[in-house]
């Protein structure tokens, strides 16, 4: 416990990640793997069956101290944490528990989920005892499930990283995947598994770069095409012959998030990734909760395919890997409708089954089934060409964005790549004055999480919005100095400054809000260029915007 309590003490000491990181990899090499394996387990949001819950607990509190259910009501107001309310509110001990993070977690925490209330509610007192305020803290954390990592998650995996030799990607998957601490199961986690390893690796997905704000955004001939970027988690989905898995934008495992997506992507053949947009699944027609659960919520619109049977295609053209996605897509859909119709098993590649069995007299049956599932796998919406002219968007679908996509090239490094170009249909431009920005908890350009922009009313400048996006890092660290050289007040992490820089920004939606002085908020907000030139664009007036806003 002792070394848990210094973790969390220097993890809120210092607030830079290159010094949190080094904090960290002194942890992993100085804790023996069975405190390791509990520390992890707690870390990523598992929790312990203890039958032990809040109203137990200040039952607990109450029969060794005076505080009556005002105090500690009260006392829980100033702290906003009941697992800290209750340390607090203890006796304090002056001596602190000398047992490692496992001794605590089996003499203290396992047993409480088969013992009768009277002896659930003993050791828990004989475990405040022996520990400290702090530990305290961590132990009622844990009886309640609450006890969270002091830092990302992501900064974990760089140390898991760096410690063990896999990389992020590798360690983020095996500590996704479920796993019962032990010294032996944690020492197994960081075994190197050179060829699994290699299978797991998803691709660096090229970024989203230059935007085309015009009314048309390819010309006739060119021979780009609009691929449908919906509101959704940007993913890559990945099915080889040691790996099946589903890899967010920042190379994140997210397939136990989607078991459905999962499940359909072992009917991809091996040596197959494709890339896409997870999104919402309409259903149609009157369904039950148990009908919504089975026909699954989730669909993957695919709009790249990145490897085909275990081939990269990182330097073909799109067209080209596009008509073998369109091709992958209609061969294995009818295979999965067929299985789905006789009420087979989602898991089994068909890859991996001989031939004969998908002949048409086997795949037959006169009982009726249930409806077939649709194959949660598919194209996203394409146009070769755009019309200006034709009726808007409907309401909630103005902020989605199309890919151009054509034969440049953007492998085989997207890292180097410009991205992707982008179309925002419903996009709209305006002039507005930096006003201020929030603090943020690093130094340089993250000093500062957002900045704020002001429109024109009358003879003062109102809040419209705030954004981070379209400066580079050199550019955000030059303006967070600006903004501490130029700073007018500072009213806890909000730094207002003298309005003497304007930009040229453009949004996507203008919604009501009730908490901004304007009455709006910008939805979308980016960075496109400062104006320098004080004649050459005036600043955008409030009633231009309200004259947009959409409820």
Same mark, same amino acid.
């Given at each position: 416990m002792k070394q848990l309590e210094k973790l969390f003490d220097d993890l809120d000491l210092v607030r830079q990640a290159d010094s949190r990181l080094s904090i960290l990899k002194e942890y992993l090499q100085n804790t023996p793997p069975e405190d390791l394996a509990w520390t992890l387990y707690f870390f990523e949001n598992r929790r312990l069956s203890t039958r032990a819950g809040s109203a137990m607990l200040k039952k607990l509190l109450q029969a060794q101290t005076p505080w009556t259910d005002r105090v500690i009501e009260q006392t829980y107001q100033q702290v906003k944490d009941l697992p800290e309310t209750l340390a607090l509110l203890l006796p304090a001990n002056e001596q602190s528990c000398d047992l490692s993070l496992?001794?605590?977690?089996?003499?203290?925490?396992?047993?409480?989920?088969?013992?009768?209330?009277?002896?659930r509610g003993e050791?828990?007192?004989?475990?405040?005892? =022996?520990?400290?305020?702090?530990?305290?803290?961590?132990?009622?954390k844990m009886l309640l499930g609450g006890l969270r990592s002091p830092v990302p998650l992501e900064l974990w995996y760089r140390a898991l990283s760096r410690w063990s030799g896999l990389p992020e990607p590798v360690v983020a998957h095996r500590l996704r995947q479920p796993w019962k601490p032990s010294a032996t199961q944690v020492i197994n986690l960081f075994k190197p598994r050179p060829q699994e390893d290699q299978d797991l690796m998803p691709y660096s997905l090229a970024g989203l770069g230059m935007e085309v704000l015009g009314p048309t955004p390819i010309e006739s001939g060119s021979g780009d095409t609009l691929v449908a970027?919906?509101?959704?988690?940007?993913?890559?989905?990945?099915?080889?012959?040691?790996?099946?898995?589903?890899?967010?934008?920042? @190379?994140?495992?997210?397939?136990?998030?989607?078991?459905?997506?999962?499940?359909?992507?072992?009917?991809?053949?091996?040596?197959?990734?494709?890339?896409?947009?997870?999104?919402?699944?309409?259903?149609?027609?009157?369904?039950?909760?148990?009908?919504? @659960?089975?026909?699954?919520?989730?669909?993957?619109?695919?709009?790249?395919?990145?490897?085909?049977?275990?081939?990269?295609?990182?330097?073909?053209?799109?067209?080209?890997?596009?008509?073998?996605?369109?091709?992958?897509?209609?061969?294995?859909?009818?295979?999965?409708?067929?299985?789905?119709?006789?009420g087979g098993s989602?898991?089994?590649?068909? &890859?991996?089954?001989?031939?004969?069995?998908?002949?048409?007299?086997?795949?037959?049956?006169?009982?009726?089934?249930?409806?077939?599932?649709?194959?949660?796998?598919?194209?996203?919406?394409?146009?070769?060409?755009? &019309?200006?002219?034709?009726?808007?968007?409907?309401?909630?679908?103005?902020?989605?964005?199309?890919?151009? @996509?054509?034969?440049?090239?953007?492998?085989?490094?997207?890292?180097?790549?410009?991205?992707?170009?982008?179309?925002?249909?419903?996009?709209? =431009?305006?002039?507005?004055?930096?006003?201020?920005?929030?603090?943020?908890?690093?130094?340089?350009?993250?000093?500062?999480? &957002?900045?704020?922009?002001?429109?024109?009313?009358?003879?003062?400048?109102?809040?419209?919005?705030?954004?981070?996006d379209g400066w580079s890092h050199p550019e955000l660290g030059d303006l967070a100095a600006w903004v501490r050289e130029h700073r007018e007040s500072q009213k806890g992490p909000l730094t207002t400054v003298k309005p003497r820089r304007r930009y040229r920004v453009r949004f996507l939606a203008v919604r009501p809000s009730a908490r901004a002085a304007s009455g709006l908020r910008l939805e979308g907000l980016k960075v496109l260029q400062e104006i320098s030139d004080p004649a050459s664009l005036a600043t955008t007036s409030l009633n231009e915007l309200k004259s947009l806003l959409e409820d």
């Open positions: 496992s001794s605590v977690v089996v003499q203290f925490l396992l047993p409480l989920a088969r013992f009768s209330q009277h002896a050791t828990i007192r004989c475990a405040w005892q =022996t520990m400290s305020t702090s530990q305290r803290v961590l132990f009622n970027l919906k509101q959704g988690v940007r993913a890559q989905m990945i099915r080889r012959k040691y790996a099946c898995e589903l890899w967010s934008e920042t @190379k994140e495992p997210i397939g136990m998030q989607f078991p459905e997506l999962l499940a359909a992507a072992h009917w991809l053949p091996s040596g197959t990734v494709i890339e896409g947009v997870i999104v919402e699944q309409a259903i149609a027609g009157p369904t039950t909760p148990k009908r919504q @659960k089975d026909l699954g919520c989730q669909m993957f619109l695919a709009h790249d395919l990145l490897e085909h049977q275990g081939q990269c295609l990182m330097d073909v053209a799109w067209h080209k890997r596009a008509h073998g996605l369109t091709t992958l897509l209609e061969q294995w859909q009818d295979t999965w409708s067929r299985q789905q119709t006789l989602s898991e089994m590649n068909p &890859d991996c089954v001989q031939q004969e069995m998908f002949q048409d007299e086997v795949m037959t049956s006169e009982e009726a089934g249930q409806p077939p599932i649709d194959f949660p796998i598919q194209w996203c919406e394409r146009r070769e060409q755009w &019309d200006p002219e034709a009726p808007s968007l409907r309401p909630g679908q103005e902020s989605r964005q199309w890919l151009i @996509k054509g034969d440049q090239e953007l492998y085989p490094d997207p890292s180097l790549s410009v991205g992707w170009r982008v179309f925002y249909p419903q996009a709209r =431009t305006a002039c507005l004055v930096l006003k201020g920005a929030i603090r943020g908890d690093g130094e340089g350009e993250q000093a500062f999480s &957002d900045y704020l922009f002001a429109a024109q009313d009358e003879q003062e400048l109102v809040w419209v919005g705030q954004t981070q």
